[in-house]
């Protein structure tokens, strides 16, 4: 498979999971784990694979944790390119699923950067002669609409792949012909409220199991974009600290309350600073920009620094083998990939805490509520 295996120490276990190592050891034995076992001087000890650290973690799944009522919907989007949108996906997809959740990935961007960056290849046609798990063959599209000549549409059981396995992060994979799910919107009445309802209509049935979905948007200002908006209970926004973002904050901000306007319920939105560098002239003038474009209602997150070591989604275009795609965060916790582990954990508590905040506190829970006014109310 092209996603790279790693081998974990025990003391790689301990930060991934974010128990100690008593914990650790306990939920070894329970869930029965036997480790691999390599030479180490005159003896042997023992590494754990990374779908066994997953399943580690699933056993922590609900453990303390609010339980929400139908899934947790966060869409990461801004309409700008190259912000950090996918890469930001994947590592909140990862470490989430670390925290305990059940995670499920959409890409919906026909562009397909988040199903690259989980191993697949959305380029590839099928070769008789060669098998290869790693095609993609549906996209969220089959779950909405039936294809051409059918009558209904693919469950998702049909559609979702788990690229790390059974515990792993469940990916609904994207690529060119999700292209098609505009057209598709754009003659469908209550086309907003669209995606929304269908995960509203599948809470019990085939997202059952689903804690959270993370949405990763393409940058386009689309009918697509806008499902997806509206459909979140949560609206992250990568904001790019080394470049200039101005106008687009501005635009998205207009656009959320051009929706408000028309009676849509819309996000709340948590801004992400990423690319940190200390010392970069422009950040300042982009907080500023954010601020201006969305007040003080929206909380700013940790930042995630800059750093070579996340993936490049189109890694296999530029001569790099697919073996080196795994999300830093599935990485082990080495010296010297502290820090953006540190970072993506504070973003994701942040975001979760956001989310308990909003959601799972007073007597409206908000979750099952569509009313517009009522979410307003429980913010
Ligand atoms: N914090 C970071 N430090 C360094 N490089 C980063 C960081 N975040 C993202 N990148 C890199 O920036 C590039 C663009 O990132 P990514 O594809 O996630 O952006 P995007 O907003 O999803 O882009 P698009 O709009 O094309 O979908 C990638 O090569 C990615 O590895
Ligand atoms: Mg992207």
New binding site residues.
Partial sequence: MPIKTNKYRLADIVPMLDVSEATVRRMIEEQGIVPDRVPAGSTTRPVYSLEQILQLAKSKRHRGKVKFKRPLVIAVYVP?????????SNEFTAELTLQGYNVMAIDL?D?A?LTVMNGFQPDEVADAGKPNQWLVKHTLLNALYPANGEKTTLPLSEIIVKPYGEHGPKLVPADITLGELGYRLAIQPNREQFLRNWISAHADSDLKDIDIILI?N??STSVVSRASIVAADLLLI?VRLDALTVKSLSFLANELTGLSESQLPIPQVVAVP??FKANNSRSARVMSALQRSFGDDVPIAPH?????R????LMHDIGHELEEVLPVTFEGWTRALERQHEEIRNVCKFVMNIAEETFARGETPGLFDDAPESRRATN
């Fill in positions: 700008k390119g190259g912000v950090g949108k996918s890469t930001l961007d562009q950067s990763d393409a940058p990568p990423n690319f995630v620094g800059e750093s070579e996340f993936p490049r989604s």
